[in-house]
């Protein structure tokens, strides 16, 4: 990640959701089409959408569970989260992200499959979540149905699917996301506190 991208992150964590659908402007986008071979368009919308999922952050809707280490008795109900709890998003490649490894291409499902494998067997990981293409895409629907013409403009493919990953501290945060940054199919991995359970 550059300079100007850890600026935004930080930016984008320090507003949080105070952040509401009607101070999000839509953004510029010309009447026309970009002429061929021109990048500038889908890096920007990948920007942006990237932007608008961290200011969205928090609460993953549906989503499969494909692993659960919380620790101590549960009584099947969720344990509420400590604020040393954190999590992290792991952002997978789509065709607009900005970084140049995902080479304007999708994760494969093959890159999905290994990037669940590594995060499984990783001792640090309490709670993996995937948030699918759709799921993400109907949240940001929801999100910001006050803006019609921004909602009109973005595509579900220009969403990432994600794995959130929840962990207990700093600590195994920053090892979770060292392991997987990086990897065939990663656009980012970022540290998120995790938002306290009912």
Known sequence: M?????????????????????????????????????????????????????????????????????LGAQSGKNAAATSSERRVAVFLCVPTASNSACAMKAASELQKQDVRRRLEAMPQVRRLTYESQEQAYARFKERFAANEDFVAKTRMSDLADSFRVEVADEEAARAVKAAIDGLPGVDKAVIEPVAPRA
Do not use: Q, Y
């Not at 507003?15 to 889908?42: H, K, N, Q």
């Not at 990237?50 to 499969?64: I, K």
């Open 2 to 70: 550059n300079g100007p991208e850890e600026r935004l992150t930080d930016a984008l964590k320090d507003v949080g959701e105070t952040v509401r659908p009607a101070d999000v402007p839509p953004p510029p986008f010309p009447d026309r089409p970009p002429s061929p071979g021109v990048l500038s368009r889908p890096l920007a919308v990948g920007a942006l959408i990237t932007a608008l999922v961290l200011v969205m952050g928090g609460v993953v809707v549906g989503g499969h569970v494909a692993l659960d280490r919380t």
